[in-house]
């Protein structure tokens, strides 16, 4: 039987599909004014992961929507990770998932239904990681493989995280390597070596359940998780969301091994470029290799926490509990406002 490569199918690769950052600031552009709606704690207002709805007694509902275009070649794997991805934005906001419902777009005139049968089977198995039903959803017959997940989760609004909530001084971690999309750019050009394949699908497959017992820490002032914008773009909502500036140790910075390898490769994702467009203005001491990977589109990436520096014992206990032992040096601090959003040091 002929082995098929989903990414040979499709232009774009997981969370790398995205429009990148100041594109989508001007699709998003709108005169159009919303009735109030007192319920909505979470919307348009701001770029966070998911939107919270206010349902009483204390709690609410989180609702999400993700999808893209495959990232690995195996058809269960890429629903493994497209649905994680998905997943992890309900743990962005320290909540609790629900159930989700599946969006499929197919070339039926391409590929076999035996092959989107087993992209459903990956979501599938990692909703049952989750805890949670696959409980229906919507096909199309597309140009271009396409998959992901509209996900609903509760939380007790006491635990809510969003993502411009941080204070000056806080510190930064975050709970997974960067440069799963330089490794899945090698693996497409045929250049991943054999000691890394399955390191970047493996992680991406990896569910952000951490964050749902993070939101029950009061000293996590704001929480994100970096997808398709790359780690700066992110931090870079999260700082100007809060109104302030970051300062990050690129040392600190947990990555892939070997990464350096493949940049010289040039195994670089093409929204890499269009993600530092976006933030050249924002940023002061970005070097060739550390735009390459903190621009970096990552899939289903860590979690992006901002803590008061007087909690960190409490936080670090939590990380450790949970098998987190290397990610337990904060990566940089958050600080007052000043000329640019981000700055780099060594």
């Not at 006491?158 to 899945?184: C, F, R």
């Not at 991406?204 to 939101?215: P, R, T």
Request: hydrophobic share 40%; proline share 4%.
């Amino acid at each position: 039987m002929e082995e098929i490569k989903l990414t040979h199918y499709s232009h774009g690769t997981g969370c790398g599909c995205k429009i990148a950052p100041a594109v989508l600031d001007e699709i998003l552009k709108s005169k159009f004014v919303a009735p109030p709606n007192d319920k909505l704690i979470v919307g348009n207002s701001s770029k966070d992961d998911a939107a919270v709805f206010d349902i009483g007694n204390g709690q609410a509902l989180i609702s999400t929507t993700d999808f893209f275009m495959p990232i690995v070649d195996d058809a269960f794997d890429f629903g493994k990770i497209a649905s994680a991805n998905a997943i992890s934005d309900v743990y962005a906001m320290g909540g609790k998932p629900l159930l989700a419902v599946a969006i499929l777009g197919w070339p039926i005139n391409k590929l076999s239904t035996e092959l989107a049968q087993q992209v459903i089977e990956g979501a599938r198995k990692i909703c049952s990681e989750a805890g949670i039903p696959l409980a229906g959803g919507h096909s199309i017959d597309s140009p271009e493989p396409i998959f992901g997940l509209a996900v609903t989760g509760i939380i007790d609004l006491k635990n809510l995280k969003q993502n411009n909530t941080a204070k000056a001084g806080d510190l930064i971690y975050l709970t997974k390597k960067i440069g799963v999309g330089i490794l899945s750019t090698a693996e497409k050009k045929n250049l991943l070596k054999e000691e890394h394949k399955g390191i970047a699908a493996n992680q991406m497959m990896q569910l952000n359940k951490l964050g749902e017992k993070l939101g029950t820490l009061k000293g996590v002032t704001a929480m994100t998780d970096v997808t398709g914008f790359g780690l700066l773009g992110h931090l870079i909502e999260m700082a100007e969301g809060a109104n302030l500036s970051a300062e990050i140790h690129y040392s600190k910075i947990p990555l892939i091994e070997d990464l350096s390898f493949y940049i010289s490769q040039m195994c670089v994702p093409d929204n890499s470029f269009r993600n530092w467009s976006s933030y050249d203005p924002k940023v002061s001491g970005i070097t060739g290799d550390s735009l390459l990977t903190l621009c970096d589109p990552q899939t289903n990436g860590g979690l992006l926490i901002t803590v008061n520096a007087d909690s960190k014992d409490e936080f670090e206990k939590l990380l450790r509990t949970e098998g987190f032992e290397n990610f337990l040096e904060p990566i940089g601090f958050m600080k007052a406002r000043g000329e640019k959003i981000i700055d780099i040091n060594p």
